[in-house]
């Protein structure tokens, strides 16, 4: 898209710039309220208190929305990890209608013992950057929201008055997406989505499909005095490792996908728990991987399963070490998606991103998954991730900076000012279309294809 033309009267543009500048301080105190907040599995409620006041204060009308008991069973879903009871989304609505739909997650990955800089859940910003679990994924995210609708809402009232806007708050995106297909799945849908989630600045359209599996090793067990004649599942782990790394590199190299250009290793498959033994006398008789399995866009998780099962059984582990092995699902099971670069929705993001800040984005994939893709297997619905500049996520000393939070909301003001995800909103001239053009050229969401990419 070349077109230059600034959709929204400068005097406008230079109020929301002003108006985002200003609230900046109270929304890097937000932050730091819901980095505070350890939401890891099971203990969201607290962020979404935080989240849910933040919101009340900027006009929304804020409700709880418990999980839906059939995304258990829902084949879309993933496997859960924790019971539901008590547990659920936040939901928060402005305005009459429908209209853009922004949806963030509010769970964070556990923290491991590690060198941190300062303790995990006591944010600390250090030369421009807030370190603490879930700075940067995502809860950053919500700051960028909250500062840019306040700034439209000073800025120009009426206009934001205008603006219909609904913003969920949901569990779960780091183990199974439930969270999100139980929001779907109880109407809360709109036929275009932003997600702020950490992308730099730029335009993240798509990611691989993701599978968890348990990998379950057991013996006979007995005494250390006896390790030398005992087949111990600690033994074998060594041989299930190497096949689990083969299998990462053979779908790398069977399966390129132009939407991952630039990803060295789209499909990891990464180890990331270990759970083994009972005393350092005993020779263990269980061990089980939990293992994170990436794959291709097209593939089903049950493909995915398939070929995890088939690379275990050329590690030859089983009965003739006296060992047994099974393989067991267990949190995710997401596709892979991918959003057309030139979607309607990409093309006005684009065009904001460039108003506010005179560089085209960047727009790339991942090889990794965002709940995107349970929007975008809904006909007729556009969603792609745009959010903050960050560092070392589910890492140590995991980071957001400061001043791309401030950057991005001067982005979202102009998306939200131009009416983008306001019915009829295609079909307005604007930064993603010309006039008189049908603002369809761009094509749609490719839930399985996408892009043309391999299956």
Not at 341 to 358: I, K, V, W
């Given at each position: 898209?070349?077109?230059?033309r600034?959709?929204?009267?400068?005097a406008?543009?230079?109020d929301?710039?002003?108006?985002?500048?200003?609230?900046?301080?109270?929304?890097?105190?937000?932050?730091?309220g819901?980095?505070?907040?350890?939401?890891?599995?099971g203990n969201?409620?607290?962020?979404?208190d935080?989240?849910?006041?933040?919101?009340?204060?900027?006009?929304?009308?804020?409700s709880r929305?418990?999980?839906?008991?059939g995304?258990?069973?829902?084949?879309?879903g993933?496997?859960p990890?924790l019971?539901?009871d008590?547990?659920?989304n936040?939901?928060?609505?402005?305005?009459e209608?429908?209209?853009?739909?922004?949806?963030?997650?509010?769970?964070?990955?556990?923290?491991?013992d590690g060198?941190w800089?300062s303790?995990?859940?006591r944010?600390?910003?250090?030369?421009?950057?807030m370190?603490?679990?879930?700075?940067g994924d995502?809860k950053?995210?919500f700051?960028?929201?909250?500062?840019?609708?306040?700034?439209?809402s000073?800025?120009?009232?009426?206009?934001a008055g205008?603006?219909?806007?609904?913003v969920?708050g949901?569990?779960?995106?780091?183990?199974?997406?439930?969270g999100?297909l139980s929001s779907?799945r109880q109407?809360?849908?709109?036929?275009?989505?932003?997600?702020?989630e950490?992308?730099?600045?730029?335009?993240l359209l798509?990611?691989?499909?993701?599978?968890?599996?348990d990998l379950?090793?057991s013996?006979?067990g007995?005494?250390?005095?006896?390790?030398?004649?005992?087949?111990?599942?600690?033994?074998?782990?060594p041989r299930l490792v190497?096949?689990?790394?083969e299998l990462?590199?053979?779908?790398?190299?069977?399966?390129p996908d132009?939407?991952?250009?630039?990803?060295?290793s789209?499909?990891?498959?990464?180890v990331?728990?270990?759970r083994?033994?009972?005393?350092?006398?005993?020779?263990?008789?269980?061990?089980?991987?939990?293992?994170r399995?990436?794959?291709p866009?097209?593939?089903?998780?049950?493909?995915?399963?398939e070929?995890?099962?088939?690379a275990l059984?050329?590690a030859?582990?089983?009965?003739?070490?006296?060992?047994?092995?099974?393989v067991?699902?267990?949190?995710?099971?997401?596709e892979?998606?991918a959003?057309?670069g030139?979607?309607p929705?990409a093309?006005?993001?684009?065009?904001?991103?460039?108003?506010?800040?005179?560089?085209e984005?960047?727009?790339?994939g991942?090889?990794?998954?965002?709940?995107a893709r349970?929007?975008?297997t809904?006909?007729g619905?556009?969603?792609?991730?745009?959010?903050?500049?960050?560092?070392?996520?589910?890492?140590?000393?995991?980071?957001?900076e400061?001043?791309?939070?401030?950057?991005?909301?001067?982005t979202?003001?102009?998306?939200?000012?131009?009416?983008?995800?306001?019915?009829?909103?295609?079909?307005?001239?604007?930064?993603?279309?010309?006039?008189?053009?049908s603002?369809?050229?761009?094509?749609?969401a490719?839930?399985?294809g996408?892009?043309g990419?391999s299956?």
């Amino acid at each position: 898209m070349t077109d230059q033309r600034e959709l929204l009267p400068p005097a406008l543009l230079a109020d929301l710039d002003e108006e985002v500048d200003r609230g900046a301080d109270r929304a890097i105190a937000f932050l730091a309220g819901l980095v505070a907040a350890n939401s890891t599995l099971g203990n969201e409620a607290t962020a979404e208190d935080v989240l849910g006041e933040e919101l009340a204060r900027l006009g929304f009308d804020v409700s709880r929305l418990p999980v839906d008991p059939g995304v258990v069973d829902d084949p879309r879903g993933g496997i859960p990890l924790l019971a539901y009871d008590g547990r659920g989304n936040l939901l928060a609505r402005r305005g009459e209608g429908e209209g853009l739909l922004v949806n963030g997650h509010v769970d964070v990955v556990p923290v491991e013992d590690g060198p941190w800089s300062s303790p995990p859940f006591r944010p600390t910003v250090v030369d421009g950057w807030m370190v603490g679990r879930g700075a940067g994924d995502m809860k950053a995210g919500f700051a960028m929201v909250t500062l840019a609708v306040g700034a439209l809402s000073r800025a120009a009232p009426a206009l934001a008055g205008e603006r219909a806007l609904t913003v969920v708050g949901v569990i779960e995106e780091e183990c199974t997406g439930n969270g999100t297909l139980s929001s779907i799945r109880q109407g809360i849908l709109a036929d275009t989505v932003l997600l702020p989630e950490p992308t730099d600045l730029g335009l993240l359209l798509a990611g691989v499909g993701v599978l968890w599996v348990d990998l379950e090793l057991s013996g006979r067990g007995g005494h250390a005095s006896d390790a030398s004649e005992l087949a111990t599942p600690l033994a074998a782990l060594p041989r299930l490792v190497q096949a689990l790394d083969e299998l990462s590199v053979r779908l790398g190299k069977d399966h390129p996908d132009p939407a991952l250009d630039g990803v060295a290793s789209p499909y990891n498959v990464n180890v990331g728990t270990l759970r083994a033994g009972a005393w350092r006398s005993s020779v263990a008789t269980e061990a089980t991987l939990g293992v994170r399995v990436g794959f291709p866009r097209g593939w089903t998780p049950e493909q995915a399963l398939e070929a995890v099962e088939e690379a275990l059984a050329g590690a030859e582990v089983g009965v003739d070490d006296g060992l047994s092995l099974s393989v067991r699902p267990s949190g995710f099971r997401a596709e892979g998606y991918a959003l057309a670069g030139d979607d309607p929705l990409a093309l006005a993001l684009a065009g904001a991103h460039r108003s506010a800040h005179g560089t085209e984005p960047r727009r790339f994939g991942l090889g990794s998954t965002t709940d995107a893709r349970l929007y975008l297997t809904e006909p007729g619905v556009s969603a792609l991730c745009y959010g903050p500049v960050v560092r070392d996520i589910h890492g140590v000393d995991e980071a957001v900076e400061l001043s791309s939070i401030v950057r991005g909301a001067k982005t979202l003001a102009r998306l939200l000012a131009a009416g983008v995800g306001q019915p009829g909103w295609r079909e307005q001239p604007g930064w993603w279309a010309e006039p008189g053009e049908s603002a369809q050229r761009g094509g749609r969401a490719e839930p399985r294809g996408g892009l043309g990419g391999s299956r």
